[in-house]
């Protein structure tokens, strides 16, 4: 405990990359407006870098006051590891995969979906995949399969 106590959080123990935000977050919560799942690394003692979601809540003692700031974080490394190898076996699975967000525009695009269609996912992102990728022959019946998916 007496590594860290009094220590700077921000400054001793944070990455060069996310010392602003982690601290604009903490800056926030002293001012009564608190912050959820904020992601960020953290470096351990030991120098490994472990993934961090943080609740940082305004802590006030009986009058109302702020005083402080309560972090309460959860080690994620483990789900981003898991999510991280997840694209990476849709990416380079042998079949065309595509995902849509709930306004039913492209959020996933794998490459054999890029090698059997022709567009990148640059071009498709964020597009619409009915109204721009889907034969007028099949709209309706695409359409109708992505809203029973999607509700």
């Known amino acids: 405990m007496d590594e860290v106590i009094g220590k700077n959080l921000v400054q001793e123990f944070i990455t060069k990359e996310y010392k602003s935000a982690v601290k604009s977050v903490l800056d926030k919560a002293m001012r009564g407006k608190e912050t959820a799942n904020f992601e960020f690394p953290l470096i351990t003692k030991n120098g490994i870098r472990i ?54 525009c492209v959020n996933v695009w794998n490459q054999c979906a890029m090698r059997l269609v022709g567009y990148n996912t640059h071009e498709v992102m964020g597009h619409s995949l009915v109204k721009e990728f889907i034969t007028d022959d099949f709209k309706t019946a695409v359409q109708t399969v992505l809203d029973r998916a999607l509700s």
Do not use: M
């Open 51 to 104: 993934e961090v979601l943080l609740n940082a809540t305004t802590r006030r003692d009986e009058q109302g006051n702020v005083i402080g700031v309560v972090g309460i974080g959860q080690d994620i490394t483990g789900r981003i590891a898991q999510e991280r190898e997840y694209s990476k076996l849709i990416d380079t699975a042998n079949a065309p995969i595509f995902g849509v967000d709930t306004q039913g």
